[in-house]
């Protein structure tokens, strides 16, 4: 299986660029749509984030607004974005426990418009054929297998945090683990050579993720909870945006995806589809699941 070039690694300029030149993009005053202009922001390797972008971009086109897209490599600067009012939605927000320390920081200045998909959970994992690793508790003793390294993914990820806490909870740090942070293709690369290989490897991943059902991998049980319990999804938007686009918000907060329905769009989005086909990737799954999304009034 390749990785989609899609969630290929931007460059640290291009971050730069792209966070900069946000704030010329959103203009909710009707100027350049008929209803106005709604930036959405989001990182495009965190392919929850880039399925309900083009989700709701779907959607909003078709109710007469324009669409922008703002993508980020990094969620500190995505939620700086929205608190400063330079992009308007966050279309899949770990809020409630991996992205605490940004709501933390700039709950003030964003709305919440509710969640989406409830039971997200992060995780370790390991390929199935690693039968004598079941625990994250397993890896002790066990460091020269995986060459010292947790696989990780962007260092400014939630989950990045929470597993440089399970590091320490577990005494890992002591046994010669390390984590690595890269990005999350990077990480998925490296999935990808060891898979093939049948060699040892433990990653950082999450769910819903379509990357848990492509690769044969299976989580390890966290019996100190240093990962975190479960959480929602949600929508966060910039402050005002209900006032500005209040249709809009009543329609995201009315917004509901199960197990089966996200993990059918996610899936049809990054893996059935290639780059630069999401429009029609989600409008297939739209024709297939018609009653799942409301128009918005």
Known sequence: MSIRKTIAVLSAATLAFTAAACSNDTDSEGTDGDKGT???????????????????????????????????????VLYAGLANGDIDIYPSAWSEKTHKQYMDKYSDDIEDLGSYYDNAILTWAVPEYMEEINSIEDLKGKSADFDGTVVGIEPGAGLTEASKKAIKDYGLDKDGYNLSTS?????????QTAVDKEDDIVVTLWRPFWANSKFPVKDLEDPKGSLGDPESLHWLARNDFSDDFPDVAEWLGDLKLDDEQYGSLEDT????????????????WLDKNPDVVKDIN
């Open 38 to 76: 709604i930036t959405m922001g989001y990182l495009p390797s965190w392919t929850d984030g880039l399925s309900t972008a083009y989700l709701l971009k779907n959607k909003l086109e078709a109710a007469g607004y324009e669409v922008k897209h703002e993508e980020l490599t990094d969620a500190a």
């Open 183 to 191: 990005s999350t293709p990077a990480m998925l690369s490296e999935l």
């Open 269 to 284: 989005v990054v893996n059935q589809y290639d780059e630069g086909e999401e429009p029609d990737a989600v409008q297939e």
